[in-house]
């Protein structure tokens, strides 16, 4: 890892007893672990003893906008609502500009003559973290110099205090083939800074929930009634807050799962990787809105592990422990890495399947827990190659995941 990779991972792996590599002294690596993807022949080239952080050809569900065919998340969800249905409707009305510009007037000057003008967020394309967001309700302030989304806003968001929130939710793909998705259990409820309030769109303290322009806010470190000082809680604190008020944390756990599901099943086969070294961790946005609904705001690659506050170690910390012992390097892969490095001996690397004798992949390992497959889905799974989007069979997995994760 570059030297400017998260400290904290550094960190983690020094105490686990792990060295840096250094190009021409240390004889082998096991991890490379980058903020950027890898070159083809690097995925190529990867031994079964050694793991890279990212996986080839995934940029479609982490950006917010491409030019052409469905190649971002929100094309890719829209396309399959228009395919399976309402199921796919967790992810807000979204529009890209200039491209659909003319759409999204249409669909604005409709609503405009119904009487019911909605709220609309727009976001440019190539940033992140909040930066150059704005919330809108009249035509003339939309304005961008870029490629941006224009998404409708979820102007009814669950409060707590008054202040708005969301969930970054941590999710890692141990393979693309066979696909095989873990949920972390912690993550980080991030909040807003001023009270919720859709007479001022003006105020990002009060709409937008990144950390990055809340820790900005004269009100941080001010005691908001249940929120208290700061802006971030662990899951577990939310956990409790709903349960004390009746909100019934399991049942949007329920949806969450079921929506990483059903965002991974469709670009599976597209990723051909044959090697067992890769894995990825993505940050997944939830906002849950007054109706308990689960929407999905944003996938994104790499997803911070930077330290802001105590809180970040208490999630990131034992996140990326659990990251190590799950990708599976073990002892045994180092001295095969030593081994292959004195002999410059080539290990074939070896595809696993579901059909081995026992899952390749553990159903948890720390406080991840695979929700892809799990035995009320095994039928699918055990497949090679999962079905394709407009096979008979797609349309039965979606059928299924909507009565498990969506129904109760
Ligand atoms: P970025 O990549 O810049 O963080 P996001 O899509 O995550 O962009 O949006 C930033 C923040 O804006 C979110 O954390 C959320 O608080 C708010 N937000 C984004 N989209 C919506 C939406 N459609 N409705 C309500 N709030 C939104």
């Not at 099943?265 to 308990?292: K, N, W």
């Amino acid at each position: 890892m570059a030297e400017t990779g998260p400290y904290l991972l550094r960190e983690v792996l020094e105490s686990k007893g792990w060295v840096p590599f250094v190009e021409g002294e240390t004889p082998y690596w096991n991890l490379s672990w980058k903020g950027s993807r890898y070159r083809k022949s690097e995925y190529e080239q990867c031994q079964p003893f050694q793991r890279l952080n990212h996986f080839p050809n995934t940029a479609i569900i982490t950006r917010k906008v491409s030019d052409h065919g469905l190649d971002s998340l929100f094309r890719l969800l829209r396309t399959l609502k228009g395919i399976y249905g309402s199921v796919y409707d967790y992810f807000p009305l979204t529009f890209t500009v200039p491209g659909e510009f003319i759409r999204f007037v249409r669909l604005y000057a409709e609503e405009e003559n119904n009487g019911n003008k909605s709220i609309w967020i727009c976001k440019p394309a190539d940033l992140s973290r909040g930066r150059g967001i704005f919330v809108f309700r009249e035509l003339h302030e939309l304005t961008y110099d870029c490629n941006a989304v224009v998404q409708r806003y979820i102007p009814n968001p669950l409060l707590i205090s008054g202040y708005k929130f969301d969930m970054r939710c941590y999710v890692l793909v141990r393979s693309y083939q066979p696909l095989t998705v873990y949920l972390y259990e912690d993550g980080l409820a991030r909040f807003a800074t001023s009270r919720y309030d859709t007479s001022t769109l003006k105020n990002k303290f009060s709409h937008l929930t990144n950390t990055s322009i809340n820790k900005f806010s004269p009100t941080l470190d001010a005691n908001k009634d249940d929120v208290g000082p700061g802006c971030k809680w662990q899951f577990s604190r939310l956990r409790a807050y709903f349960e004390q008020r009746n909100l019934d944390f399991h049942k949007v756990w329920e949806k969450i799962k079921g929506m990483v599901i059903l965002t991974f099943l469709p670009i599976a086969h597209q990723i051909t990787v044959h090697s067992e070294g890769c894995f990825e961790l993505y940050g997944f946005d939830i906002l849950i809105d007054e109706s308990m609904k689960a929407w999905l705001l944003e996938v994104n690659l790499s997803p911070a592990l930077s330290v802001d506050a105590q809180i970040d170690i208490l999630v990131k910390k034992p996140l990326l422990e659990d990251i190590i012992s799950l990708v599976g390097i073990s002892e045994e892969d180092a001295s095969k890495a030593l081994k292959h490095a004195q002999a410059s001996e080539h290990c074939s690397t070896r595809q696993p399947t579901a059909e081995d004798a026992g899952y390749p992949f553990p159903s948890s390992v720390g406080k991840f827990t695979r929700v892809f497959p799990v035995p009320s889905l095994a039928k699918y799974a055990g497949r090679h190659e999962l079905p394709r989007v407009g096979e008979p069979l797609m349309k039965q997995v979606v059928t299924d995941i909507k009565k498990i994760y969506f129904t109760h």
